[in-house]
């Protein structure tokens, strides 16, 4: 029985919203953009939050997968928690947007990673990127701004002449590399690790060129201090590692927890 | 006429041809195999957004909106003059094979590429992912398989099963495989494939799955015989598969339009075709779970999505 | 319950997802992923490797497609014919054409293998040649023709000897509903065209092809014959009389992997001067029926192996009245039948290296002769026979590997065993290789033998004054070897070189006779070598659908030291297709034909060679893309041209051809 509250509550939800949109935003909501993934199984990140979610407050997750719509809500709304990238912040930030992080999320203890640029070993600098492909995953400017990181002042000029491929996730850049779809991969140094358990011929064959500066996680943020309700939003989150269904949920953000920023 | 004569008309044919140095737009003509289809059109989605993003202009044909499309299609080409033509399913690349041998193509969402008729002037990229990235993945996924069998029409994979099968070889699987013409035949076969194996391969054969029924037939038999099934799409998630890999469609569209780009700007080898570049990895917990499959613990934060039981 | 409401909630949060987030993968569903599979099923690319690519076989092959044809306005598929390299076409005295090829030609084109479908129309057992019913074949609807010239027995067997013409229909795929088409055109020539396909959802295909064809020829002056000049009553001086007429009925029926095909002609014609050099009136009437049926299904044992059976039957038959003198007929006929098998296995060893063999029998025979003369057609008497019944048995067997050690290398090499119940056996290999040896540009070379078998009459005319038969004859034999360049140098562009030397020993041919003034006899050699040049540009762009191309031969055939007569050292043709729109076209084609000598002791000076000038203008898609309507000149400038006449009717002088000639012509599809 215990379980029945929570479904009769999404139920209702339906029967009564009709359009549930229009009524949802009165309802405190992790709003989630990503910049740095390709995240297109929104539908199932969605649906394993909200199971999880009516059991720990009755809150709501809601991807985007357009920056402007992402942003759109900041700008409209106040008091819920946005989950977006640390270079997504700082441009927000740079925008006057009054953002401020509350949680960073961890890998494996870490709360930072770098980008690594790598190409098969034959490619020996950034000048030999020229009319290639590089395969990322992310969003468009957000890859172009971690290679133009990567490539420095100096090889700037490069960035007009080389074609970003977006794939969905890390793995697929390296391997696009390995299986001749492109020349070069950036991904998160992790993503290096994993081609080196699936298929060690061909990390064998990788090389690093270049490495972003580091930065963290997956950031949890808040448009002011946190009040008493995005507090409990907060905590919720900070917690979710703690269950096997919250763990669940943080891996498809690519995170396994939280840790509080002082 | 003495052949001295006829040589200097080939000369004044070569000077023409030279002189004549063609303008070549930018544009690109789009063809559709069918609007309808989800796939295609994602694919066209992407490749446009893309197509935009880098000022490039284009040109759509929907082979479904027309009774005549052979005629209408090479009247579009005459009038537009396209750098290249995106043919996205296999109808829209035989068509415009035939109408338009001259121009350079590029195909997506084509069914084993391999068996296409392809010239000098086609590029693509592949429907299906490298088998080589599959088999080095279901390898590290589930290193205690060892045999695995898989269904297809000679008509629609032969190719892609041959490269398979060499693939599979250098990831120490073996791969048994059975065609077959009709999927009335499925039930029979599998009857007799099933215990040869330790997981049912499902690859993207049309004549395999021909209908919800063959689907349906396959997921059946492996349940009654305890074979776990792999499958090339997530769609089969639901059905039962305990794991799927699925080529990213969106990034097919995306890819293309690098290609097309590239292509355009002559920086591309001529005959290039390019493993899609994007995968999703769907497990089905739910399934691993029933069939007390050995999954390397490991490789759970590659998987993109895991369904369990109750979903 | 719970689960139940699961289920449902877990809808319900999909479908509120969608309004944020786009499609997402999850919701290319079955039902998406299994119509995207159906639309992938509609097309199947290709039936067999087997199926080269033109510029990878080792043949010399030339395409002509449906497109080309319509270009062309031909109305026939000699039209077709006389713009391929190699191949000219020549008028006869008794009506039919001679298709020369490579610098060798025959009153019936007995050395041409000429196919419908892959199926070789060589029924006429009497004479060989399958050009007294193929010459003026309507071209409506023939989808592609293929035209590979050199020996091609040890494939095809019998009588491929220095060309296989391969006329392919329109299938149930191409037709795909109704189409129809009409021509009407100078010499009061009119066509008429109705074809039908469907597919049907079960696997099952049908195709049927109607044609009706009529034409009063092109009544060429001919100023005396043998009686006139002796001062007898003579139709002379006159006209030729080549009336034609023909109905062709076509079936292709499929059902999974059996397919029933055939075709039916009745043919009638007058004769373009008639027999024993006597000009005939209107009562000189040819009557040929024939058909073929075709039973053929594909087996597939693996993967890698199929094999394909055919069973067939062929029959073919005449029954003509010739006008020998102005009050005297005579009547031939005979019946011809060939009923057969044949089993192909193709083994695909591996994707660089495919196997076919296979084994054919046919037993071929010939009765129900005709044989009447009389001074009125109508009450003709018996006659002595001039042929005879015959049967003969034969079988064959065939290897062929074609294999690419190299991706840029394709090496082909084969040979074929038949062996005849009459004549006894006879062995034909075949090898070559292409290679691609810079990007673009390949190098051909290819060696082979064919051979052609006596025909019944060649083997068993008799009670004939003038020509008997010879039962001891043997078949006859050219061994080819080619070898050529093909490029592409720039795009749109394909440029092709090729020399060839055949040697043809054992000639059938007439020689002087015992109890007649000529016996067929295996006699004497034919040297016959010659370059081919051939070029074709496709415009692109704004030009799409232009192009202009051209080709040269140079031959030179001899046999006893001596030049063959009626055969020109050159030939040329250049052809332009200007695309104006996308609805308009003009083709424009210039044939430009070399002198051609006389025979050893014919003293008439050379027939002169000439330039013609064909012009026509398609308009396609029109009306709601279902019309097609084109309109063609023949010889626009009306130049007086002959074809050579032979010795024996010097009096004559040579066959005048046609002048100016205008064929219209209006398709439409349903």
Known sequence: MKRNWPIFFIFSVF??????????DVRPTYYFYNTETNINNFASLKM???????????????????????????????GDIYLLSSWHLKELQRKKVPLEIALVGTSKGNTTQRKVLSAKKDIVNFAMLKNTVVAAAGSDEYVHSVLKQILGKEQEALLKDIKILIVPKDIDAVMAVGFGMATAAIS?????????????????????????????????????????????????????????????NLKMLGIDGWRAVQ | MKPINFYNVFILLAVFFAGTGFAQSNKILIVNSEKTVFRYEKIATEF??????????????????????????????????????YCIGTQAYSLARNVAPNKKLLFSAAINWRRLDVGVGTYGIANELSSAQEMSLLHYFFPTI??????????????????IKKDALNSGINIINKSINDAQEISEVLNDLLPQIDMFWIISDPVVLSNKESVRQIFQAAQQQNKPVYAYSDVYIEQGAVLAISADIATIGRQSAGLAMMVDQGKVPAGTVQ???????????CALDALKLQFNQDALDSVNKIVGCEQ | MIKYLSTLLVGVLLLNSSVYADESAEHDSLEKELAYLAAERKVVVTASKIEEHVDKTIATTTVITQDDIAHIGARNLLDVLRLVPGIGITQTQIGVREIEVRGVKTLLS?????????????HNLQNAGSTLLYDDLPVDTIKRVEVVRGPGSALYGANAFLAVINIITQSAKDLNGVQTSAGWGSFDTQQYRASWGKQFKNSAEAALHFNFTDTNGINSPIPADSRSVQGLSSNA???????????????????????????????????????????????????????????SRAWKIKDNFTVDTQLFHDFFSYDNIWQIAPAQFIRNGVQDTRTGGEIQANYHISDAQTLISGFSYAKEQQGHLIDQAGSDPAHLTQVLPSTEARTRNRWGVYIEDVWDPLKNLRMTVGARYDRYSDFGGTFNPRMGFNWEFIKNYSLKFSYGSAYRAPAFGELGSANNLVLLGNPALQPEVVKTFESGIIAHPIKGLTAQTTYYHSSINQLISPVAGQSAVFQYANNGSVIAEGVELEARYDFDGKLQGSYISANHVLQHSVQLGQQLADVPRQRTNFTANWAFDNTWSSFAHVLIKGNTSRNLGDVRNDVPGYALFDLGLLGKNMFGKQVDISFNVYNLLDKRYYDPAPASLNFIGDYQMSGRAFFGHVSLKF
Do not use: C
């Open chain 1, 188 to 248: 998160a140094e992790s993503g290096l690790d994993k081609l080196a358990m699936m298929n060690p011929n061909q990390f064998k064959e990788l090389h690093s060129l270049g490495f972003s500066e580091k930065d963290y996680l997956l950031i949890a943020a808040t448009l002011k201090k946190p009040d008493q309700q995005e507090t409990q939003l907060l905590e919720v989150l900070r917690k979710m590692s703690e269950e096997e269904a919250g763990e669940a």
């Open chain 1, 15 to 24: 029967i009564a919203g009709g359009d549930w949109s229009a009524h949802s």
């Open chain 1, 48 to 78: 394993g939050f909200d199971i999880y979610l009516v059991n720990h407050g009755g809150y709501f997750l809601q991807p985007f997968d357009l920056r402007e719509n992402f942003e759109a809500v900041i700008h409209e709304k106040k």
């Open chain 2, 48 to 85: 446009k957004k893309v197509l935009q993003q880098n000022a490039y202009s284009w040109t759509e044909f929907n082979l479904d909106d027309h009774a005549n499309a052979d005629a209408d299609l090479k009247q579009l080409v005459q009038q537009e003059n396209p750098a290249l033509i």
């Open chain 3, 237 to 295: 001086p006159g006209k030729s009389q080549l009336t034609e007429g023909r109905y062709d009925l076509e079936w292709q029926l499929g059902y999974q992997d059996f397919k029933l095909d055939g075709r039916y002609i009745n043919k009638k014609a007058g004769t373009f001067f008639g027999t024993a050099a006597v000009l005939s009136d209107s009562r000189t009437q040819q009557d040929y029926n024939d058909y073929f049926l075709r039973l």
């Open chain 2, 275 to 285: 493993s899609p570049a994007g995968s999703t990895v769907t497990l089905n917990k």
């Open chain 3, 110 to 122: 007995e050395k041409v293998q000429i196919m419908l479908n892959g199926h070789p129309l060589d």
């Open chain 2, 146 to 163: 060892k045999t695995i069998g898989l269904l297809y029409s000679d008509k629609f994979s032969r190719e892609y099963v041959e490269t």
